[in-house]
């Protein structure tokens, strides 16, 4: 039973949990505020031109425009308002294309792990062929197939990415399967999505939770990746990835182009990624 | 009149072949607490898991019958199957600590059954829970109830295995070694609270293990295994009088003795398991031939 040294080991771990979640979703709270006021917020219009303040540098340093904090990029268009409307297309990306890749390959690797059998043989198959695709070549074929726009990017994610939660969801289901809880449900009658539902699922949805955040992480890359190779959304749109590779060309004359979008992406990904963990150390019983 | 019985019934590992039960007969009486015995390996939990219904996918049972209340099992569709062994037969696992569903409270693990089997609704499900867990001897029920599995010790969690078994007044438990998995002091509250409620519900048990010790105790009748195949089935009695079947005999006599401490072990000799395995080739050869 609960002993001081372990009762203090475990206030630890939720002490450092509390404050990764904590910083994690004060970051992502932030993110989803801007994405959804960014038309309010943003200081300035973010596709407005104006060739003579190109390059300006951000407002610490010398030859600032005051109103453009963050500088302007070679077109003069400001990089903050830029970043701010970004977030939109990040955070539309990560929240529905996450969710869509959980939902198909949670399902398909809970049906295959826990019901083993021909459904095993068939979905593990289907992974196996569909994981041995070269991902980014695929996703620049879809959307080749497809035609730019933000559906064809979600799309792409979800046709790649369902194999990741496919597999080790399957994993998974087929390790509690073997418990013997499993077979006592069984024996008081349970059917066996039934069973599934109710004993199986609760038991795996930390990892779920915690892939669920990882692929939002992966998401917002995927699409900044896309955005850089120029197969996102129209490139006047601003996203992150599309100011990254824009900002590339520019680096040694105005780097500031390059780094904020950068950091935006880095924090975003970062705390999509914590949040799972501090979800998962909060939520899953035998850790709590 | 047998509750359970089987007859002739032998299984095999499906793709290689090798025999796992070798015309299996046995029978357990209402109210009676039959003692499976055998080392690892001798098919006992096999036994067990193939009535349940809950063999592995890779073992295949090839001939015999599983008579519950007259009912041949093995001839039923698959969910009339299901519903006369919920209704009729529970479990008490091996291992406490992963036969209980580790994201889920106590209290809803318990009344699942009621639920199930005997279509009570939430509620009242919920009262019979707490007092099962008072005919447990669980100290605090309420508190036991609101609790996840990892927040209670062994002996806890083999208590409410125990008091969710009898929960729908089952006709016959299984219960598969309740107490290997726990430590001595331990073993013998856990045997005795078996003991108790079998004796209290009249519920046939047919107790699976690889102890001696614990068949004299609990049980009435037991039959012997060894490598699939049924060599001595005796009342306790006359058993532990005087075993007929040679490896019978062996078994008992490497059994610990308290009277003195100092007598080192004794292994089962390898003339007997030679004469046990050759009547195990007999039976295979006659199993084919047949």
């Known amino acids: 039973m609960a002993n001081p040294a372990s009762a203090d080991a475990r206030s630890a771990v939720r002490h450092r949990a509390g404050l990764r979640l904590w910083l994690s979703s004060g970051w992502l709270i932030l993110v989803v505020l801007t994405a959804l006021l960014a038309p309010w917020i943003a200081p300035k219009d973010p596709l407005a031109q104006d060739m003579f303040l190109g390059r300006l540098p951000p407002f610490w340093m010398h030859g600032a425009e005051p109103g453009y904090w963050l500088g302007t990029d070679s077109l003069g268009r400001d990089v903050l308002s830029r970043i701010l409307h970004g977030a939109r297309v990040a955070l539309l990306v990560a929240v529905i294309a996450g969710t869509l890749t959980c939902l198909i390959g949670a399902t398909l690797g809970l049906m295959a792990g826990f019901l083993r059998g021909w459904v095993d043989i068939v979905i593990s198959r289907f992974i196996d062929i569909w994981m041995a695709f070269p991902p980014v070549l695929f996703s620049i074929l879809l959307i080749a197939v497809l035609g730019p726009g933000l559906s064809s990017i979600i799309i792409a994610i979800v046709v790649i990415d369902w194999t990741r939660f496919a597999r080790v969801v399957r994993a998974e289901a087929m390790a509690q399967g073997a418990m013997d809880y499993v077979a006592s449900a069984r024996v008081s009658g349970r059917g066996r999505l039934s069973t599934m539902v109710t004993e199986i699922l609760p038991n795996i949805l930390p990892t779920i939770v915690v892939l669920l955040t990882l692929e939002m992480g992966i998401a917002v890359i995927v699409e900044a990746i896309l955005s850089f190779v120029n197969l996102s959304i129209s490139t006047d749109d601003p996203t992150w990835g599309g100011m990254i590779s824009e900002g590339r060309t520019s680096v040694h004359q105005a780097w500031w182009v390059l780094v904020f979008p950068l950091i935006s992406l880095f924090l975003t990904v970062l705390a999509f990624s914590q949040l799972g963990e501090g979800l998962k150390d909060r939520f899953d019983p035998v850790l709590r | ?290």
């Open chain 2, 1 to 290: 009149m047998s509750f359970l019985e089987i007859k002739g019934l032998s299984a095999w590992l499906k793709g290689i072949g090798q025999p796992l039960l070798r015309n299996v007969s046995l029978a357990v009486a209402v109210g009676e607490v039959r003692g499976l015995v055998g080392e690892s390996g001798a098919g006992k939990s096999m036994i067990g898991k193939a009535i349940l219904g809950i063999l592995p996918k890779a073992v295949e049972i090839t001939a015999g019958q599983i008579l519950l209340d007259e009912v041949d099992l093995l001839a039923l569709a698959p969910k009339e199957r299901r519903r006369r062994i919920g209704a009729t037969c529970a479990l008490i696992p091996q291992d406490p600590l992963t036969a209980l569903n580790p994201s889920r409270r106590i209290l809803g693990q318990i009344s699942d059954r009621l639920v199930d089997i005997l279509g009570w609704d939430r509620f009242r499900a919920q009262a019979r829970a707490e007092e099962l867990l008072a005919e447990v001897q669980i100290p605090d029920p309420q508190r036991v109830l609101r609790a996840y599995p990892h927040e209670l010790s062994g002996g806890m969690r083999q208590r409410i295995l125990i008091a969710s078994a009898f929960a729908a007044e089952p006709k016959l438990i299984i219960a598969d070694e309740p107490t290997t998995a726990l430590d001595v002091t331990v073993q013998k509250q856990v045997l005795k609270l078996i003991a108790e409620m079998q004796d209290r519900h009249g519920t046939a048990l047919l107790f699976v293990t690889h102890d001696l010790g614990v068949v004299s105790k609990v049980c009435q009748s037991l039959s012997v295994l060894y490598g699939g195949l049924v060599v001595e089935d005796s009342a306790v009695r006359p058993f532990f009088a005087g075993p007929k079947h040679g490896y019978s005999r062996a078994l008992l006599e490497a059994t610990p003795k308290y009277t003195d401490p100092s007598a080192s072990l004794v292994p089962v000799p390898d003339g007997v398991i030679k004469a046990v395995q050759n009547e195990i080739a007999d039976a295979d050869r006659r199993a084919t031939d047949g």
